[in-house]
């Protein structure tokens, strides 16, 4: 049989990095193929130059047997490929039917195009109404939108990127089923992840990257997780330590009764939470994206304030009106998810990276900036937090996502704050360096500080938390001891229906 | 085939730097050929233009005693700019503070105390950040555009001298003319070379770009104004107050537009007219941008801002130009600056045929 795809010795150079390097790879029809590998090992470039964003320097492509060069996206897609991006681009004040007919040569009838959405959706088990206006869809319901417009080009190849990171267990499940469903009608399938467990599950064959070139090639159903993470990082996994959660320490963050509404017309809007995290112990609050997670962190860092005092309360300190700085001087460290651009500045060096949130330590006189005690302190983060990097003069946006934010958690917990507030923490950050972040917060947290972390990925929750609770639309679940729950009960209640929640009417916004 | 512009992965530090000497080379190119366009020998031209002004000593003061606004204006200016503050309206600022500085002088005009003109100063700074506050105010209250609100009060400020030295403030003496009267000497600020116009605003100027200098590379609060203009969520999440950013980028613009509108009626005019600035305070945004909002580069560029106003009094005069050749050069130089920082950000790709 002829390979669907082939690509012989691949090779993308960019001014300041090599991206791909010589890169050899083979889809057949019908096979679900995982390209594996941590973040910038280069697989997005690679499916760039599959899908004709970007081109090659060197090497060829085969599609079906014929050399092609796609010279641009609607190119690739008339091939017969199509793609699933990690971050949909997807108008959300239009309709299901109006974000599909915008992807089209031509424009159609939206009728018939309506139809023609319901039964792909209803023969791959996607439900979605194609009259809904997108920014009221979840966002695994997003996603199917994404994948209903793929479909309906009838692609013989389809790149999916990173595409469970938003789903809850339940979803994914649902995902491969159509998946599985699409490989065995003879379509071929690329499976971008970094998620060792799914590529096991559903994937007949695994490319393995690592600094752009290819490490090795597996069955992954032969393979343990233990090994495939050997091929991806070039050494075992660390396990984490953990070490005894202090019981009943002091309370160091109280939500009573957080609500606040959203500016944003398509935020959510924070109803009735109510949270304690105590010293020494780490609380995680999981949950789909979209559902109330950067409102929460909003309204707990300080960057938007709320109207009362009461429901934020830090410290014993009534704090609900305070601002950050105030907020920080209390003892509050804080994480954003966005780390260039809000955690620390792109085009300034790590050192003023450093003053941004740590000048109280000494690196300030009568105002004027301490530079020596500032460049002293960026050197002892980036020491003891590992950050590779061209020193403390180098600029923020030049470190790659996880040495950034190796650095911004070292900032913050080297502050030794009294309440740290995380949120994504290994987001986008390799598996060595997401193992590293994790057991620096276990240490702080056995060292007494009280850490409450904002995630979407359930596994690192149930790697550090000793508590859990849930966002859905909004409200939070009450909390659990992570020992006595596990991933199907946290699955459940990520689609707003825990004990005693009033979402069993439908509305909460997972798919 | 058509061009494209492509953002540039890593921009390069050194043509940051250069763009504004690369301006500066393309305006004088581009001042050649405007000469020979208008029947004049260009190197004739240029001559009288760039080189005739600086022939002698007196010459080299007149260039000083004219950059002395736009280095003050323009340090002033920087420290908003840096911020994302755009403050257009130091015309206006520094018509307040000459109205302000001149009143004083006017108020005391039978004093001869010494502590006069350090008055005028520090009214002249008042009246300028005064008339700033007014769109910092309604920034920060209302979210109203600070670039629409200080720009629409440049004309007000017009209107306001107007009416002072056509009304209440005119010379009883003055022949009917629309100024007051000529300032008694404790209000004239002390001239620094005799024989030359030049005077004391000149060490202020240089004290406030120092003072510049400190505020906006050494000092805490100079960090938090940087960190807003650069990235407005980090100087949130930091903690750092946006109204306190706003205040502090107005009212450092207009108390500098204010004291260097002060040194102008108290120097080079000894009086009050309607006719008090000559643009200093929409040429002084130039000066910022080709200085690099940068204590150092803003020295040189107002020393060349200068050099224009000079090279057009001379050509109006030996070459029988329009007066208007000043903001000609004025212009091409903003245009090729800009126009260079276009392409060290970006980069031209000439690609075939449609794309996507």
Same mark, same amino acid.
């Given at each position: ?511 | ?71 003050? @204006?323009?340090?002033? *200016?920087?420290? %908003?700019? =840096?911020? $994302?503050?755009?403050?257009?309206? &130091?015309? !206006? ?94 209000? @004239?600020?002390?001239? *620094?070379?005799? %024989?030359? =116009?030049? $005077?004391?605003?000149?060490?202020? &100027?240089? !004290? ?98 200068? *050099? ?49």
């Amino acid at each position: 049989m002829k390979p669907r795809l082939e690509l012989r010795g691949i090779r993308k150079v960019y001014p300041a990095v090599v991206a791909n390097d010589g890169i050899d790879l083979t889809v057949m029809p019908g096979e679900i193929h995982a390209v594996l590998g941590e973040n910038g090992a280069g697989k997005s470039t690679l499916m760039k130059i599959i899908y004709g964003v970007t081109r090659q320097t060197e090497g060829e492509m085969f599609w079906e047997g014929e050399p092609v060069t796609p010279a641009n996206p609607a190119h690739a897609r008339t091939l017969g490929i199509g793609m699933v991006f990690q971050h949909f681009s997807l108008f959300e004040t239009l309709t299901v039917v109006e974000n599909v007919a915008l992807a089209l040569p031509e424009a159609p009838d939206l009728e018939a195009l309506s139809r023609q959405i319901f039964e792909v959706s209803e023969r791959y088990g996607l439900p979605v109404d194609p009259r809904r206006l997108v920014h009221a869809l979840s966002v695994g319901e997003r996603q199917r939108v994404e994948i209903i417009r793929c479909l309906l080009q009838s692609p013989k190849l389809l790149i999916m990127d990173e595409p469970t990171s938003v789903l809850t267990p339940q979803a994914v499940r649902k995902l491969f089923e159509t998946l599985r469903k699409l490989a065995a009608e003879g379509c071929s399938i690329l499976y971008i992840s970094h998620k060792l467990d799914e590529i096991q599950e559903l994937c007949h064959t695994a490319t393995v990257l690592r600094a752009g070139k290819v490490t090795g090639t597996c069955k992954p159903a032969e393979e343990t997780p233990k090994s495939m993470a050997r091929l991806m990082i070039g050494k075992d996994l660390p396990v984490p330590q953990h070490g005894v959660a202090a019981e009943d320490g002091e309370v160091r963050l109280k939500l009573a009764g957080l609500s606040h509404a959203s500016d944003d017309p398509f935020g959510t809007d924070l109803k009735d939470i109510h949270l304690e995290v105590r010293s020494g112990e780490i609380v995680g609050i999981a949950g789909v994206s979209g559902n109330g997670q950067q409102e929460l962190m909003y309204a707990v860092s300080g960057e938007e304030p709320l109207a009362e005092k009461f429901p934020v309360q830090i410290l014993a300190a009534q704090a609900g009106r305070m601002r950050p700085g105030r907020r920080r001087k209390l003892g509050m460290g804080f994480v954003p998810e966005e780390r260039l651009g809000r955690g620390a500045v792109p085009r300034m060096s790590l050192a003023d990276n450093a003053l941004l949130t740590a000048h109280r330590r000494g690196m300030l006189k009568h105002g004027l900036i301490d530079f020596k005690a500032v460049a002293a302190f960026a050197r002892e983060c980036i020491a003891k937090y590992n950050v590779k990097c061209g020193g403390p003069e180098a600029q923020a946006k030049s470190l790659s996502g996880g040495n950034l934010q190796k650095y911004i958690m070292g900032r913050e917990i080297l502050q030794q704050p009294k309440l740290l507030v995380v949120a994504q923490p290994t987001w986008g950050v390799d598996v060595g360096a997401a193992a590293f972040i994790r057991q620096a917060l276990i240490d702080l947290r056995t060292s007494g500080t009280a850490i409450l972390v904002i995630s979407e990925e359930l596994d690192e929750l149930f790697e550090i938390c000793d508590r859990i609770a849930v966002i859905a639309n909004g409200r939070l679940s009450p909390t659990k001891r992570t020992a006595e729950t596990n991933v199907e009960e946290i699955g459940v209640w990520m689609s707003g229906m825990w004990p005693g929640s009033e979402s069993e009417t439908g509305e909460s916004r997972v798919a | 085939m058509w061009p494209r512009l492509e953002a540039r992965a890593e921009p390069s530090n050194a043509m940051r730097y250069a763009s504004p000497l690369l301006a500066v080379a393309l305006t004088l190119l581009g001042g050649l050929v405007i000469f020979a366009a208008l029947g004049k020998n260009p190197i004739e031209g240029f001559r009288v233009f760039f080189l005739s002004p600086l022939k002698d000593a007196y010459g080299w003061a007149e260039l000083l005693l004219k950059a002395t606004p736009l280095m003050l @204006i323009a340090v002033g *200016l920087a420290v %908003g700019f =840096r911020a $994302n503050v755009w403050n257009i309206g &130091a015309e !206006g600022q520094f018509i307040v503070g000459a109205i302000a500085g001149g009143g004083v002088a006017l108020y005391f005009s039978g004093s001869t105390s010494p502590l006069l003109l350090p008055m005028m100063v520090v009214a002249g700074a008042i009246g300028g950040a005064l008339w700033a506050s007014v769109p910092a105010l309604l920034r920060t209250k209302f979210n109203a555009n600070e670039i629409l609100v200080s720009l629409m009060l440049v004309y007000i400020a017009q209107l306001l001298v107007s009416w002072l030295v056509h009304g209440p403030w005119k010379d009883p003496e003055g022949f009917n003319f629309p100024q007051t009267k000529m300032f008694a000497d404790s209000a @004239i600020l002390p001239i *620094l070379v005799e %024989g030359t =116009r030049l $005077n004391a605003a000149f060490l202020i &100027a240089l !004290g406030a770009l120092l003072a510049g200098y400190v505020f906006m590379h050494r000092s805490f609060m100079g960090f938090q104004m940087q960190v807003a203009g650069q990235a407005e969520a980090a100087a949130r999440y930091a903690g750092f107050s946006a109204q306190r950013t706003i205040w502090t980028g107005l009212l450092a613009g207009g108390a500098m537009a204010g004291i260097a509108g002060m040194g102008e009626v108290s120097g080079p005019m000894g009086q009050l007219t309607e006719h008090v600035s000559n643009n200093y305070g929409f040429a002084a945004i130039i000066v910022a941008f080709v200085g690099r909002l940068n204590p150092i580069g803003i020295f040189f560029a107002s020393l060349l801002m200068a *050099l224009l106003y000079l090279g057009g009094e001379q050509a109006q005069q030996y070459l029988s130009l329009p007066s208007s050749i000043s903001k000609v050069f004025q212009g091409m130089l903003l245009f090729f600056l800009l126009g260079a920082d276009v392409f060290v950000n970006y980069r031209l790709r000439w690609s075939g045929g449609k794309n996507r």
